[in-house]
């Protein structure tokens, strides 16, 4: 069967939590040719019970984050986020690329969050699973509605992106920035095109990403990049010419992670690896393994985002160095918190 066209998965892969699994024959995949070669997006609507996503992980301490939407198109073969779609049914493969699910009344629990009288001000991150800007967000535009509530009642947020949409918020974003109620970020993986038109095969390109930085950097809103994630042998080299050319942007600063394989992730990547680069596929899979303790795979607390071992310290070093030479006279706003409005009413004074 073809390979998936604009897709970054090239499969389905099995979802660990399901006990029944559906094998179809050969006349299914004709029947079926022209939806497999080039499945269409779908949107699958949500009532969600809560909104704000709090992490206990020593690694993420005091992290609150809101997810509009669960899957994202961008279809980034790496996206720890492929995992998270298992326990709704779906599988990490070209499922979690397909298959969208919406929150349509995420800005109706905001607003009721902001209302409680248990909740206090703090900084939330736009999205900290799957992209708060992905296509979907044209058409649903769930992300807009909750920074304007966030503006309404002074919370602030901060935003991971990769999706030159953003850029359509930017009368919200300016308006927050001049209260120091937002910080932004542009994940830029690599600046080689090849490169990443298959590693993110629906997404902006590296050039279009600087562009995003500079563009919301003149308007006034704190930036930054995170180049993320780091993948041994393919875009470790590029390091210090993306965070050069961020900070040339107006990027403040730049975050790393090293990559891993967890779960289903793994199934997925070395299909992917395979197909794309067979030459290097497996030199590729050892040093990653090589970073996390010899497993592609890799939970540890502390270990699992940076790695351990000598390739993994020659990425942290090489980071860091960069960061120090082009970061040196930069720095970022705190954001505030004093400035929120209990149930969006001004403070007497």
């Known amino acids: 069967m073809e390979r998936p066209r604009g897709r970054g998965a090239g499969i389905n892969s099995h979802n660990k939590f399901q006990k029944l699994e559906t094998e179809y024959i050969p006349e299914d995949w004709q029947q079926w040719e022209d939806q497999e070669v ?3 997006t779908q949107f699958i609507m949500e009532e969600s019970k809560t909104l704000l996503s709090v992490s206990d992980s020593p690694d993420l301490r005091n992290y609150n984050s809101i997810n509009p939407y669960r899957g994202c198109e961008h279809g980034c073969i790496y996206c720890y ?49 799957t992209d708060c800007y992905q296509p979907a967000e044209k058409k649903f535009k769930l992300t807009r509605q909750l920074l304007e509530i966030c503006l309404k009642y002074r919370n602030p947020v901060t935003i991971l992106t990769k999706n030159a949409l953003i850029l359509r918020d930017v009368d919200v974003l300016e308006k927050m920035a001049k209260l120091n109620l937002v910080h932004a970020a542009v994940s830029i993986t690599s600046l080689n095109e090849d490169l990443r038109g298959k590693l993110e095969p629906r ?24 180049s993320a994630p780091i993948i041994p042998g393919l875009n470790d080299q590029e390091i210090p010419a993306i965070i050069k050319a961020a900070a040339e942007n107006g990027a403040a600063w730049a975050g790393y992670t090293v990559v891993r394989l967890n779960g289903a992730i793994a199934t997925l990547f070395k299909e992917w690896i395979h197909h794309h680069f067979p030459d290097r596929a497996d030199k590729v899979l ?16 502390g270990l699992r985002m940076s790695g351990e ?21 930069k720095e970022m706003p705190d954001l505030d918190t004093s400035l929120f409005i209990k149930k969006g009413q001004m403070k007497l004074f």
């Open 81 to 129: 986020a492929r995992n998270s779609h298992e326990y709704w049914g779906f599988s990490a493969g070209l499922d979690f690329e397909t298959k969208i699910v919406v929150k349509k009344n995420a800005p109706q629990l905001l607003e009721k969050l902001f209302h409680s009288k248990k909740y206090e001000p703090v900084p939330i991150m736009f999205s900290g699973n």
């Open 286 to 301: 050892n040093q990653i393994a090589e970073c996390h303790g010899g497993k592609l795979n890799d939970s540890r607390f």
């Open 38 to 40: 080039n499945p269409k």
């Open 309 to 329: 071992g000598n390739y993994a310290e020659n990425i942290r070093q090489l980071h860091n160095f960069a960061c120090r030479k082009y970061f040196e006279d």
């Open 203 to 226: 997404t902006v390109t590296g050039k279009r990403r600087l562009q995003i930085v500079k563009t919301l950097h003149e308007a006034g809103i704190p930036m930054g990049i995170m």
